[in-house]
């Protein structure tokens, strides 16, 4: 079994940051979320994989040999966004004949019985209730819940609240890339995009039976407040209050958070709920709630619930006060 992995979106609802990071590899807990799906792909046996690489994709690649180079690595370009089902036929010739494939959204992180999907005797698409399906592609169920009858892609008037996760178990590749090879050449020169879901519904017309399965926690990481959110609940499930950390410098570390190799640190508070990447500095500063990127440098700031990318440098006023007795002073800078 494959696994795909498209990752060429640009990511514009995290702009600033995704004008020069790829989505995929902004980190949350430690790591990229491009890390997190990896390694969960090879926690029930897969090696090979295709990324469907388009915006920034050499930043993708070079992650994916630097920090992963025991995988077996493919690599497909999307030139233009077309959408995700052209993303996925981009592979079709990366894809054995009728091979099962396991399709991962590249900004998704999920938890979830994987190895029992991998192992089911179907193609099951993943699935999770949610309160504006409008906004997803949404699968329709039998009357027993025991097969998808039917998804569509964003509905304006959705008959289902399942939204599909971004996870696709897929037995009947042949019958998928054939499915996409028809809308790729119907498709009109206007800038309509190819639907995964489109495709799919095509199988099942045909026959092909699709059951679902319900995804315990989703983390779709393409806002910045889902981002932090993501972060913050995989530093409590990760137990990263149990790893020991360096002595830094006259500073206060409140648990949980994620501080990287060659990260220095003094004169600061920060926690709980930050990430710090690799080779940051950080001095006279109080972080919660925050990411802050690799090589960052940051000096007499207070942050709460801010992405700051790598290599950024913040300097922020250092104060000498002389406050007499019952005096309250804001500076804030609210007013």
């Not at 972060?231 to 409140?254: G, M, R, S, V």
Request: aromatic share 6%; hydrophobic share 40%; net charge negative.
């Amino acid at each position: 079994m494959k696994a795909i992995i498209p990752v060429a979106g640009p990511g514009t609802r995290l702009r600033p940051h995704t004008y020069t990071q790829p989505k995929a590899l902004i980190p949350v807990a430690g790591k990229p979320i491009l890390g997190f799906i990896i390694e969960q792909l090879q926690g029930v046996g897969v090696t090979e994989f295709v990324f469907v690489l388009g915006y920034l994709g050499d930043k993708i690649r070079s992650y994916v040999e630097e920090k992963h180079p025991h995988i077996k690595a493919h690599f497909t370009i999307q030139e233009k966004r077309e959408g995700l089902g052209h993303a996925i036929w981009t592979t079709k010739q990366q894809i054995g004949d009728n091979e099962e494939i396991l399709i991962v959204l590249g900004d998704t992180i999920i938890e979830v019985d994987l190895q029992a999907v991998v192992e089911s005797a179907h193609s099951s698409l993943g699935v999770k209730k949610v309160e504006d399906p409008w906004n997803f592609g949404v699968a329709e169920l039998s009357p027993d819940h025991s097969h998808i009858l039917k998804v569509v892609e964003k509905p304006k008037f959705p008959k289902s609240n399942l939204a599909l996760v971004g996870v696709y178990k897929i037995k009947e590749s042949d019958a998928l890339f054939t499915a996409l090879d028809g809308l790729v050449a119907s498709r009109p020169d206007d800038g309509t995009e190819v639907h995964l879901a489109d495709a799919i519904q095509i199988m099942i017309d045909q026959g092909i039976y699709f059951t679902s399965f319900k995804v315990d926690h989703w983390y779709d990481c393409g806002k910045v407040e889902i981002l932090l959110e993501t972060n913050a609940t995989l530093l409590k499930k990760h137990n990263f209050a149990a790893q020991p950390l360096p002595d830094y410098d006259n500073t206060i570390i409140i648990q949980p958070v994620s501080i990287a190799k060659g990260a220095r640190i003094a004169n600061s508070i920060i926690g709980p709920n930050v990430t710090i990447g690799e080779d940051a500095e950080i001095h006279y500063s109080i972080l919660t709630n925050s990411i802050i990127g690799d090589f960052a440098r940051l000096n007499h700031v207070i942050l709460k619930r801010s992405v700051i990318g790598s290599d950024a440098y913040i300097k922020g006023l250092s104060q000498s006060l002389n406050i007499g007795d019952n005096t309250e002073i804001d500076l804030s800078g609210d007013n």
